[in-house]
Each structure stands twice: as structure tokens, then as C-alpha cells.
């Protein structure tokens, strides 16, 4: 129980809400800060020139507003000049942006990566080899204020160490540090697993903003989850919470890639689906699910069968997390994106079924609104979360 | 997102720091408080001199230090003045007590309760009688500065309505309303989940001190869950998180009070042990659950396989918990203490091979330290957070 914060952190953070305003909201007039601040003008007009003095935002005349007298100045994010580097490393595929403050996407590089090898020099020294080129687009004045990575499999948050990873074949890998030895820039980097950061993309930018709890459940071969809950991530004692694709939900089932058997990952993942629809070996990915669900889609008997089986354990392990978490929102993105929309309404009936009513009674299905971006948006979210909570401090660690 | 805090936010956010320090920690030096709060000397002088005001704690002179110098004062919480006032509505008891600040519990009433019947003019008026007889042995400057109840089902957080409760065999009543009008006593009165109280109760003064991530699970005749990450207490959108004891672990096992089938509670309940040890019916609540454990212990062979069978599902289910939560800690409380001490072979081998290693590898598996008042102590919590976080306010509302 610590005592409350003194004057200069009061002053630290404000500068840090100030920014979160502009970064997630876009440009923010000064009097429209005022009032979501609660501050006065003087302290916001303060807070706003220290910021533009540290060329994270700037101040501009708005466009005509068509009402009378002087027009408050708007304040922006300097999102040409500020950014982050951003990691997607997924089963399929590795994805490296340079992503704005504010979030804009600024350049993009993405490639298809082999299944079931994950050599860690080559992972790293890809992601540094697209980041070369990136920079090379930069102008003199562009600050680079970290880096984030989504990953698919269980990360150690204290240091970026990668635990676990059954589907990507990998574990025991210090992530973190060889991939800041890579890129020799001397920004922090932030590996956090692809599921949670998808949470927080899609609460930060996406289909829940403004929700406290809320859950996001990422398919790529396996299923993993991001928690919010009353406005946190649930991280768990070292990091590895949220790993609800490994809740058993058919005790004896399938067997799972962690050693157990009837996960929810085992009995709704991409394998299992294929495999009920007779189509496994053949093709394989996101191509393949999605083929199952347009089959079915055209009134393929044997798909139906496969989709409706996966929708039906998928609806179980989510009324589960209905129960446990009474959720605002639950979000089925990457994979499970087209399994929930080929199975809505098995995945429905049974969370209708099996999950308590006031638990289940404002709860909203839904798919994300940042689409395959998702867990790429999260990364870079990570990467911006310290500019955030100490601006000033943030430039000074990398020395801008 | 909020500016941050004004100095008069800061000073009453610091009086209940310090308030809390004493009420969980007991007697406490000024010297200790100084260290502990990080504020310089002036300051927790200033803030005692405030909470002795409003006769929330006295200071004292410590008994012999053994040290040379003036010895710090020590601030103690004012027990036996400022109390609140705990029940706990359990399936077969009923329990009022008068706690005092400090978590002192000064007087206390219990009675049985017949299963199956909740007639809430019943109930409310029996916790109303103990309380007046609790009043009368009261001095004339004590003050009562809320109530707190631990009801064994679900509450809206909002108004403390009861909306579910399969084993009290009630539903849809408006518990704090009627509570708070036969007591009378113009206190605020807070209604929480047994659960979720037993859980903030075990991490303030039992075996989950200092946990940030723990999990307490509550059997009763059902099984209900608390569940604190990161230091919060998960509520969820409504208040009705936590609910494990309605995860399904067993797809089309048996039938649940919820109208589900194989639910925790389900299979791991006081009915599944008693059924699968021949003895439903003869004997129901905790000693029926006791005569099975020591029956097991004894050697018969039936009460073995009944104990093995329920640990296994206990064992399951506390492996998903695991993963889906990473907790430091997980407590068995209630009916399921007996439960676990009987068969923490099963539940720790399941959790062994379901629960990934990452997740698993820091955890305790617990009984609770406060017994069967668990969840009673946890309602006095409920009923004291007004007081530590806002303590002259909180007596200004109450007239005092």
C-alpha cells in the first residue's frame, strides 16, 4: 500500500493521459481535452507545450468549425515523426510494421514463414531485415520510441522469454534479447503473447472500445486468449495467464499439443476441423478453414457436420468463460474469425445452453474490427505503452 | 482516462492508506508507517493526528523497545469503538457477528438453517434480531460504520439484488433493500458472493497475503469461486464473475441446479460424493462429507473410489483455473477443504498432467487459514472499504 503520488508524477502521467487522448482518439481539441481531462485550461495548455516541445505533438489552427469567436487549437501526435516497430510472429506468417503515434500504419513488410520450424536466428534476423529496410524510409528527424512483439505461445513477462510454444515447435528461447541484440537500436522491446495483445488491440482501437472486460480468442493453429477484465489484462502470477485454449473441455478428447487431452485447442482448432471434414493433409492454414466454411456455406453435408461439432465445443469452452469472467464482449478473431461466422449459431445455442443468465444477459459476440491486424496493432500498442506512462522519460531512455 | 488527482484526493487517499496499514497489520509505529507509506515524518504525524480525531485510532507508547532514544508511538486501530457488522448466509447456517476495526471479532451469533427454504422476511428478520441483541452490549460512543454480508449465490454489484441462487433455492430478491430497512440503522449495507468475499478475506489476513493472483474456491452444497488477478477482485461486467463452479468439466455429466450438466459443482458437490459413496440420503451437509473423508482414511473401499473419483473432477477443474488464470495461490474452502484434504493426491496428479508447466509452476494448493469464518471475515472486509478508502467521509455518511 504505497502513499499517494507526488506533484511531479501527478504532472508525469498527465502528460502521459494527455497523449494516450491524442494517440487513441486522433486529433483532440484543447477545449475537448479540458473537459474528458477534468483539468483546467492553463494545466492543459501547459501539458500540451511540453509536449510539442518534445516533438510528440503538435498544435494546429482546425478546419473551418463554422461556429463564432477564436477556435480552440487542435492538438495531433506527431505520427510521421514518433513511431514504434511492430512483430506479428505466427505460426504462418511474420509481419513487421512501422506504426505511427496514433497508430497509423507507416510502412510494412510480411512474409509466409514455414510450419513447425522455428530456428530463432533466422526468425530474428528476418524481422531485423525487414526492420533495415523500414528504416531506411525514415526522415533525419524520426524517432524511434520501441518495439513490440506479438508471439504466439507463452512469454515470461518480465523478460521476453518464451516458455512455451507448441504450435510454433518452439520453447526456451530467449526472445527479448536476441531480437534487441538484432536490431541494435537501443529501443526496449516488449514480447507479450499474440492473444493478449489482440485484447488490448481491439479494446485500444477495435470492436471494444470502452469495455472492461472483455475477451479475445485468437486461432492460428492452437487457440489462445486475451483477458480484460475490470480494465486489466490478466496476466497471472508470471505472465501466462489467459491460456484458455488449454481449458479441457471433453475430459478423454482429442489429444492436445501440450500433452493433455480434449483442450479446447484440440477440439477447435484448425487440425479438428479439418480432420472432420475429412480434408486434413491436403490443404493446410486459414485458406483451408476457410474452404471448409464456404463448403458448408453451399450445403456440404460432410462440412456442416465438422463446423457445427467444432461450433458446438467452441460454444462450450466460451460459455465456460462466460460463467468465469462475465463478459462485455467476447471477440473470435484470427482462425476462429471464419469458424464463429460459419458456427454462430451453434456457438450461440450452446453459450444460450450451458452459461449462466446473468452472466450471459449484455454479452455481445463479436469478430474484430482490426480484422488480421489484430495482433500486429497489439504489438505495437505494447511498444507505445511507455511514451504513454512517462512521455518525457520515454524520449530520455532512448535518447531523443 | 483521468487527470490525475488533487492534493485533497491525495490526503484522503492517504489517511486510508495508513488506516488500512493498522487495520490489517495491527499496532503499528509511526517510524513503521513513515517507511512503509514512503512519506516523510510531518506527514503521518498530520494524518494520525487526523484519524485520533475522529477517534478511528489512538496512539500510544509502546511497551519496553529495548532501544535507546525516544521511542516512536505506536497508532492502533480503535477496536472497540468503530466495528461493523458481518453476516454470512450460507446453505445450512446462518452467522452475524461485530467486528472491529482491526478485524477484531467482538460478538457473534449463529444458527442452523433449514436446506432448501429461503423466505427472505425470514432470514433478514432473524440477522436483524442477532443484530439487536449484538447492539445491546455495545458502549455509548462506539460507532458502527457499515454491514457487510456473504450471501452463498449471485449478487448485482449494483444494489446487492440476489439474482441467482440454485442450492439457497432463491432468486430475484432484493436482498440489501430488505436488509438494510430491518436493520435499520442507516449504515450503508454491501451484499458480495461468499466466494468472492472468502477470496479478499484470505488475501487480507489469511494464507494469501501479499498474493496478487489467487483463487479461492468455496463449496458449500455447490461450489462458488473468487477469484483475485493482479490484485483485483474479478467482478466481471455485472458483478457475476467468478462463477467456476458452472464451468463445464464433464460434457453431458450430470445434471446441475444451474440446468446445465457436469458443471464443477456438479461433480465435485457435496450431492456427487455422498452418491458415489452410497450415502446420499442418510446424512447431507459438511459431517456427511467429513464421514466419507474419515471413512476413506479408515480403508473402505467405497468411500476411497467416491473421494478419488471427486478429486479427479476437482483436479480438472482447478487445472483449467490454472491455465486460464496463472494464480499464485488456490485455496479449498468450506465443504471442499475436507474434500481436498482427502484427496490432494488426485487433485495435485490432474493438475500435474492438465495444467501447463509455465502456469503451474509457482502454485500452492491451500486450505484457508481464517477456517470456517472465511467468508465471514470477508464480509466485514466488504463492510469496512468504505471507511479505509475515504474514512472521514465514510463517517460523515454514517453521523458519526
Given at each position: 500500500m504505497r502513499a499517494g503520488p507526488s506533484q511531479e508524477e501527478i504532472r508525469r502521467h498527465n502528460l502521459?493521459?494527455?497523449?494516450?487522448?491524442?494517440?487513441?482518439?486522433?486529433?483532440?481539441?484543447?477545449?475537448?481535452?479540458?473537459?474528458?481531462?477534468?483539468?483546467?485550461?492553463?494545466?492543459?495548455?501547459?501539458?500540451?507545450?511540453?509536449?510539442?516541445?518534445?516533438?510528440?505533438?503538435?498544435?494546429?489552427?482546425?478546419?473551418?468549425?463554422?461556429?463564432?469567436?477564436?477556435?480552440?487549437?487542435?492538438?495531433?501526435?506527431?505520427?510521421?515523426?514518433?513511431?514504434?516497430?511492430?512483430?506479428?510472429?505466427?505460426?504462418?506468417?511474420?509481419?513487421?510494421?512501422?506504426?505511427?503515434?496514433?497508430?497509423?500504419?507507416?510502412?510494412?513488410?510480411?512474409?509466409?514463414?514455414?510450419?513447425?520450424v522455428f530456428v530463432l536466428p533466422d526468425v530474428v534476423g528476418r524481422l531485423a531485415g525487414f526492420t533495415t529496410r523500414m528504416l531506411r524510409a525514415t526522415g533525419p528527424d524520426s524517432v524511434c520510441v520501441g518495439a513490440g512483439v506479438a508471439f504466439s505461445g507463452g512469454v515470461r513477462s518480465s523478460d521476453g522469454f518464451v516458455r512455451f510454444s507448441p504450435n510454433l515447435g518452439v520453447a526456451g528461447v530467449p526472445l527479448r534479447e536476441e531480437l534487441e541484440r538484432a536490431l541494435g537500436l537501443g529501443v526496449p522491446v516488449a514480447v507479450g503473447n499474440d492473444a493478449n495483445l489482440g485484447a488490448l488491440a481491439e479494446q485500444a482501437r477495435g470492436v471494444g472500445v470502452d469495455c472492461r472486460d472483455l475477451i479475445y480468442l485468437h486461432g492460428d493453429v492452437g487457440v489462445g486468449g486475451g483477458v480484460i477484465t475490470g480494465g486489466q489484462l490478466l496476466g497471472g502470477h508470471g505472465g501466462y495467464g489467459g491460456e484458455v485454449g488449454h481449458m479441457v473441455v471433453n475430459e478423454g478428447g482429442r489429444p492436445c499439443g501440450c500433452g493433455s487431452q480434449g483442450c479446447l485447442e484440440a477440439e477447435v482448432g484448425e487440425r479438428a476441423l479439418l480432420e472432420a471434414a475429412g480434408r486434413f493433409g491436403t490443404r493446410i492454414g486459414r485458406d483451408a478453414v476457410r474452404a471448409v466454411v464456404d463448403a458448408a456455406d453451399r450445403g456440404d453435408i460432410v462440412a456442416q457436420d465438422a463446423l457445427a461439432r467444432v461450433g458446438d465445443w467452441l460454444g462450450l469452452g466460451v460459455a465456460n468463460l462466460v460463467n468465469i469472467f462475465n463478459p462485455e464482449i467476447v471477440i473470435f478473431g484470427g482462425m476462429l474469425r471464419e469458424i464463429y461466422l460459419g458456427a454462430a449459431a451453434q456457438v450461440r445455442s450452446r453459450v444460450a445452453t450451458d452459461a449462466l443468465r446473468a452472466c450471459r444477459e449484455n454479452l455481445r459476440l463479436r469478430t474484430p474490427l482490426l480484422g488480421d491486424d489484430t495482433t500486429l496493432v497489439g504489438a505495437a500498442e505494447l511498444a507505445f505503452a511507455q511514451v504513454l506512462a512517462d512521455p518525457l522519460d520515454a524520449l530520455a531512455r532512448v535518447g531523443a
Amino acid at each position: 500500500m504505497r502513499a499517494g503520488p507526488s506533484q511531479e508524477e501527478i504532472r508525469r502521467h498527465n502528460l502521459g493521459v494527455l497523449l494516450r487522448h491524442v494517440h487513441l482518439g486522433g486529433p483532440t481539441s484543447r477545449a475537448e481535452l479540458t473537459t474528458r481531462m477534468g483539468l483546467n485550461r492553463s494545466t492543459i495548455m501547459a501539458l500540451t507545450a511540453d509536449l510539442t516541445a518534445a516533438g510528440l505533438v503538435r498544435e494546429e489552427l482546425p478546419r473551418e468549425t463554422g461556429r463564432a469567436g477564436r477556435p480552440s487549437l487542435v492538438v495531433r501526435p506527431e505520427s510521421s515523426r514518433v513511431y514504434v516497430l511492430a512483430f506479428d510472429i505466427g505460426v504462418d506468417r511474420l509481419v513487421a510494421a512501422r506504426v505511427g503515434l496514433g497508430g497509423v500504419i507507416l510502412d510494412r513488410y510480411e512474409a509466409a514463414r514455414p510450419r513447425g520450424v522455428f530456428v530463432l536466428p533466422d526468425v530474428v534476423g528476418r524481422l531485423a531485415g525487414f526492420t533495415t529496410r523500414m528504416l531506411r524510409a525514415t526522415g533525419p528527424d524520426s524517432v524511434c520510441v520501441g518495439a513490440g512483439v506479438a508471439f504466439s505461445g507463452g512469454v515470461r513477462s518480465s523478460d521476453g522469454f518464451v516458455r512455451f510454444s507448441p504450435n510454433l515447435g518452439v520453447a526456451g528461447v530467449p526472445l527479448r534479447e536476441e531480437l534487441e541484440r538484432a536490431l541494435g537500436l537501443g529501443v526496449p522491446v516488449a514480447v507479450g503473447n499474440d492473444a493478449n495483445l489482440g485484447a488490448l488491440a481491439e479494446q485500444a482501437r477495435g470492436v471494444g472500445v470502452d469495455c472492461r472486460d472483455l475477451i479475445y480468442l485468437h486461432g492460428d493453429v492452437g487457440v489462445g486468449g486475451g483477458v480484460i477484465t475490470g480494465g486489466q489484462l490478466l496476466g497471472g502470477h508470471g505472465g501466462y495467464g489467459g491460456e484458455v485454449g488449454h481449458m479441457v473441455v471433453n475430459e478423454g478428447g482429442r489429444p492436445c499439443g501440450c500433452g493433455s487431452q480434449g483442450c479446447l485447442e484440440a477440439e477447435v482448432g484448425e487440425r479438428a476441423l479439418l480432420e472432420a471434414a475429412g480434408r486434413f493433409g491436403t490443404r493446410i492454414g486459414r485458406d483451408a478453414v476457410r474452404a471448409v466454411v464456404d463448403a458448408a456455406d453451399r450445403g456440404d453435408i460432410v462440412a456442416q457436420d465438422a463446423l457445427a461439432r467444432v461450433g458446438d465445443w467452441l460454444g462450450l469452452g466460451v460459455a465456460n468463460l462466460v460463467n468465469i469472467f462475465n463478459p462485455e464482449i467476447v471477440i473470435f478473431g484470427g482462425m476462429l474469425r471464419e469458424i464463429y461466422l460459419g458456427a454462430a449459431a451453434q456457438v450461440r445455442s450452446r453459450v444460450a445452453t450451458d452459461a449462466l443468465r446473468a452472466c450471459r444477459e449484455n454479452l455481445r459476440l463479436r469478430t474484430p474490427l482490426l480484422g488480421d491486424d489484430t495482433t500486429l496493432v497489439g504489438a505495437a500498442e505494447l511498444a507505445f505503452a511507455q511514451v504513454l506512462a512517462d512521455p518525457l522519460d520515454a524520449l530520455a531512455r532512448v535518447g531523443a
